[in-house]
């Protein structure tokens, strides 16, 4: 039997769900919470999306070193960028240079990002850079293993020209569906919305989350759950 699944001491990787969506006059970036050591959870409540500028974030799956060093790299370059040219980065420029450390590394990256944000030459973008360092601009990206269930479910409820309100409560029912089906997501769910008023994070307990088929709600104590025997009285 192979036990390699056991080893406590395998990288970190966030088997994961990560979402990005346009909107009607912004981004909403989504992600579980959820960390893997082989199939040990070593982190319950980590924080995949990842501030590159005051614009621009981005939400990481696969290894979780190789995601935040690529996201650190990215992080001091636009820095440099910001300063020489007076302005913030667009979020095109953030995505390839994601993309550029992604593809040039891809024999030893194991990581998959999307890049969202907005800036006010072309408003709110979300970009997809899957393993292998390949670009694309989408009204919507989904990532991690939990993508595989989502796929379907966003070509029937994702639609053009949502609000904001509308969006939030696609990702967040999103990553919810994905929890529910994928046994590397879990966890609580993190969104960050960004458009041209700045940006606002937004946290999910676990608790609150919708609940899908078979699910059980979440409860304090299994002594809840389990009925109450009352004990036998003593005989002599």
Same mark, same amino acid.
């Given at each position: 039997?192979? $036990? ?47 501030? @590159? ?64 944000? +907005?800036? $006010?030459?072309?408003? /709110? ?57 994928? /046994? ?24 609150? @989350?919708?609940? +899908? ?24």
């Amino acid at each position: 039997m192979d $036990k390699s699944f056991l080893d406590v001491e395998q990288p970190h990787s966030m088997g994961t769900t990560i979402i990005g969506v346009t909107y009607n006059g912004g981004v909403v970036l989504g992600a579980d919470s959820r960390t893997s050591t082989g199939m040990y959870v070593a982190n319950r409540a980590s924080d995949k999306i990842t501030q @590159l500028t005051d614009n621009v974030y981005v939400c990481r799956s696969g290894s979780a070193a190789d995601s935040q060093v690529v996201s650190d790299y990215v992080r001091y370059f636009l820095h440099q960028h910001t300063i020489q040219l007076g302005q913030p980065a667009t979020v095109k420029v953030a995505a390839s240079l994601i993309r550029q450390l992604s593809y040039n590394n891809k024999d030893m990256l194991q990581t998959g990002m999307i890049v969202g944000g +907005w800036d $006010k030459y072309e408003g /709110g973008k979300i970009y997809g850079i899957p393993l292998g360092g390949t670009l694309l601009e989408q009204p919507f990206a989904i990532g991690g293993s939990g993508s595989s269930y989502l796929y379907g479910f966003f070509d029937q409820a994702w639609r053009e020209g949502m609000s904001q309100e509308e969006a939030e409560k696609l990702v967040v029912t999103a990553v919810s569906l994905a929890i529910a089906r994928d /046994g590397a997501s879990g966890g609580v769910v993190r969104t960050v919305t960004i458009n041209k008023d700045g940006v606002k994070r937004k946290f999910y307990p676990g608790d609150t @989350l919708p609940l +899908w088929h078979e699910e059980i709600e979440a409860v304090n104590s299994l002594l809840d759950i389990v009925p109450a025997a009352s004990p036998e009285p003593m005989v002599s």
